[in-house]
Every structure is written in C-alpha cells, then in structure tokens.
C-alpha cells in the first residue's frame, strides 16, 4: 500500500487557479492508477482526474479544459499535482488523492482531503 498526504487547498475567488499536490509514498512502483476525487456537500464523491502508470489520463467532463493533472518522480515517491483553473463555485468540496494497484493484495488508498472552496 502507499500513504498519501494532500496539500494545496484553500479559498479562491471563481476565475482564479489553485494546484493540489498529493505526495505518494511507501510502495509507489505498485501503483496502477493514481488521481484525484471531490466531495461537495451532500453529494457523493466523483473522480475529477487520474493518471496510470502508463501515462494515460482521464478526467471528469466537468473539468475537461480547466484542470489538468500531472506527476514527478522521484526516488522513493510519487507526487501528483492537479492544476485547476478558471475555477467556479461548483467546483468546492474536499478534494481527495487516492491511488489503486497491487501488493501482495489489491489496494484502494486515499488521502485525508484537502478542502477547496470557490466563492462567487
């Protein structure tokens, strides 16, 4: 399994950007897909973007043109930063890192969210 720590959230005004990074850590060569997910009060939580391990990245038709996620490297982690752009108020809620893929058994980690929220 991986352990995953998000940062970056806060307040920003509809229009502006923020960019969300979720640091991997642990067994990070046994991730399969990593990515982002939100929850918006009331609602269940979706996927906004991820990333395989092949480079292929697939994103929510909501954000398509606005947000776009990424990934570094490097020696023993994995960080994935989600750029959001021309941000609107629908686009609050806890934002969630989460990473799948196989060690010994197959996993479905999550990070402990970072809240987003976007004022009109």
């Known amino acids: 399994q991986v352990r995953l720590v998000e940062s970056g959230g806060g307040l920003v005004q509809a229009g502006g950007s923020l960019r969300l990074s979720c640091v991997a850590s642990g067994s990070t060569f046994s991730i399969e897909v990593i990515g982002w997910y939100r929850q918006a009060p009331g609602k269940q939580r979706e996927l906004v973007a991820d990333v395989s391990s092949g480079g292929s990245t697939n994103y929510a038709d909501s954000v398509k043109g606005r947000f776009t996620i990424s990934r570094l490297y490097a020696k023993n982690t994995l960080t994935v930063y989600l750029q959001m752009n021309s941000l609107k108020p629908e686009d609050t809620g806890v934002y969630y890192c989460?990473?799948?893929?196989?060690?010994?058994?197959?996993?479905?980690?999550w990070g402990q969210g970072t809240q987003v929220t976007v004022s009109s």
């Open positions: 989460n990473a799948q893929g196989v060690w010994a058994n197959r996993y479905d980690d």
